[in-house]
Nanobody
Framework: HVQLVESGGGSVQAGGSLTLSCTSS????????TAWFRQAPGKEREGVAL???????HYADSVKGRFTISRDDAKRTVYLQLNSLKPEDSGMYFC?????????????????WGQGTQVTVSS
Protein backbone atom coordinates (compact mmCIF):
# COMPACT_ATOMS: atom_id res chain seq x y z
CA HIS A 1 0.00 0.00 0.00
CA VAL A 2 1.65 3.24 -1.18
CA GLN A 3 0.88 6.55 0.44
CA LEU A 4 1.86 9.88 -1.06
CA VAL A 5 1.79 13.08 0.94
CA GLU A 6 2.24 16.48 -0.70
CA SER A 7 3.27 19.67 1.05
CA GLY A 8 4.59 23.13 0.29
CA GLY A 9 1.67 24.80 -1.39
CA GLY A 10 0.64 28.33 -0.58
CA SER A 11 -0.28 31.75 -1.90
CA VAL A 12 2.26 33.87 -3.76
CA GLN A 13 2.29 36.84 -6.09
CA ALA A 14 3.05 36.49 -9.76
CA GLY A 15 6.77 36.05 -10.32
CA GLY A 16 7.22 34.32 -7.00
CA SER A 17 8.44 30.81 -6.19
CA LEU A 18 7.34 27.76 -4.25
CA THR A 19 8.79 24.33 -3.59
CA LEU A 20 6.41 21.40 -3.39
CA SER A 21 7.34 18.06 -1.80
CA CYS A 22 5.89 14.60 -2.30
CA THR A 23 6.92 11.95 0.21
CA SER A 24 6.22 8.28 -0.41
CA SER A 25 5.75 5.50 2.13
CA UNK A 26 4.56 1.95 2.27
CA UNK A 27 6.22 0.21 -0.65
CA UNK A 28 9.49 -0.21 -2.47
CA UNK A 29 10.73 3.01 -3.99
CA UNK A 30 12.94 1.65 -6.73
CA UNK A 31 11.67 1.44 -10.26
CA UNK A 32 8.96 4.04 -9.81
CA UNK A 33 8.17 7.11 -11.84
CA THR A 34 6.73 10.11 -10.06
CA ALA A 35 4.82 12.96 -11.63
CA TRP A 36 3.19 16.18 -10.61
CA PHE A 37 -0.23 17.12 -11.92
CA ARG A 38 -2.39 20.17 -11.36
CA GLN A 39 -6.06 20.86 -11.61
CA ALA A 40 -7.82 24.20 -11.60
CA PRO A 41 -11.56 24.47 -10.85
CA GLY A 42 -13.60 23.44 -13.86
CA LYS A 43 -10.57 22.18 -15.77
CA GLU A 44 -9.12 18.76 -16.47
CA ARG A 45 -6.15 17.44 -14.55
CA GLU A 46 -2.96 18.45 -16.36
CA GLY A 47 0.41 16.73 -16.22
CA VAL A 48 3.18 19.12 -15.22
CA ALA A 49 6.42 17.19 -14.73
CA LEU A 50 7.72 13.64 -14.54
CA UNK A 51 10.85 12.06 -13.11
CA UNK A 52 11.82 8.46 -13.77
CA UNK A 53 13.94 6.20 -11.58
CA UNK A 54 17.09 6.85 -13.58
CA UNK A 55 16.64 10.60 -13.23
CA UNK A 56 15.12 11.26 -16.62
CA UNK A 57 12.75 14.22 -16.53
CA HIS A 58 9.93 15.41 -18.75
CA TYR A 59 7.92 18.62 -18.59
CA ALA A 60 4.75 20.04 -20.01
CA ASP A 61 5.49 22.82 -22.49
CA SER A 62 3.65 25.32 -20.28
CA VAL A 63 6.18 24.96 -17.46
CA LYS A 64 9.47 24.28 -19.26
CA GLY A 65 12.20 26.59 -18.04
CA ARG A 66 10.19 27.61 -14.96
CA PHE A 67 9.56 24.38 -13.03
CA THR A 68 12.15 21.79 -11.97
CA ILE A 69 11.43 18.29 -10.73
CA SER A 70 13.99 16.42 -8.64
CA ARG A 71 14.16 13.48 -6.26
CA ASP A 72 15.95 12.45 -3.08
CA ASP A 73 15.71 8.67 -2.92
CA ALA A 74 17.12 8.51 0.61
CA LYS A 75 14.18 10.62 1.76
CA ARG A 76 11.73 8.98 -0.66
CA THR A 77 10.78 12.48 -1.69
CA VAL A 78 10.21 14.17 -5.01
CA TYR A 79 10.33 17.94 -5.25
CA LEU A 80 8.82 20.41 -7.67
CA GLN A 81 10.46 23.82 -7.73
CA LEU A 82 8.08 26.40 -9.13
CA ASN A 83 9.67 29.65 -10.32
CA SER A 84 8.34 32.69 -12.20
CA LEU A 85 4.84 31.73 -11.20
CA LYS A 86 1.86 33.02 -13.17
CA PRO A 87 -1.80 33.26 -12.14
CA GLU A 88 -2.58 30.46 -14.61
CA ASP A 89 -0.33 28.16 -12.55
CA SER A 90 -2.90 28.25 -9.75
CA GLY A 91 -4.62 25.01 -8.84
CA MET A 92 -4.44 21.91 -6.72
CA TYR A 93 -1.14 20.13 -7.29
CA PHE A 94 -1.05 16.35 -6.94
CA CYS A 95 1.80 13.90 -7.06
CA UNK A 96 1.34 10.44 -8.50
CA UNK A 97 3.43 7.30 -8.91
CA UNK A 98 3.57 4.23 -11.06
CA UNK A 99 6.06 1.45 -11.64
CA UNK A 100 7.97 1.69 -14.90
CA UNK A 101 9.74 4.25 -17.06
CA UNK A 102 7.17 5.19 -19.69
CA UNK A 103 7.61 8.85 -20.59
CA UNK A 104 4.07 10.09 -20.51
CA UNK A 105 2.04 12.47 -18.35
CA UNK A 106 -1.23 10.66 -19.05
CA UNK A 107 -2.90 10.54 -15.62
CA UNK A 108 -4.57 7.22 -16.51
CA UNK A 109 -1.16 5.51 -16.38
CA UNK A 110 -0.56 6.44 -12.73
CA UNK A 111 -1.72 4.16 -9.94
CA UNK A 112 -1.04 5.99 -6.69
CA TRP A 113 -2.15 9.54 -5.93
CA GLY A 114 -1.74 11.98 -3.08
CA GLN A 115 -4.40 14.29 -1.70
CA GLY A 116 -2.94 17.44 -3.22
CA THR A 117 -1.60 20.79 -2.09
CA GLN A 118 -3.09 24.12 -3.16
CA VAL A 119 -1.10 26.71 -5.09
CA THR A 120 -2.60 30.16 -5.57
CA VAL A 121 -0.83 32.82 -7.64
CA SER A 122 -2.20 36.35 -7.55
CA SER A 123 -1.54 38.98 -10.20
Amino acid sequence: HVQLVESGGGSVQAGGSLTLSCTSSGATYSGVSTAWFRQAPGKEREGVALIIDAGTTHYADSVKGRFTISRDDAKRTVYLQLNSLKPEDSGMYFCAQRVGGLITLDPATFVYWGQGTQVTVSS
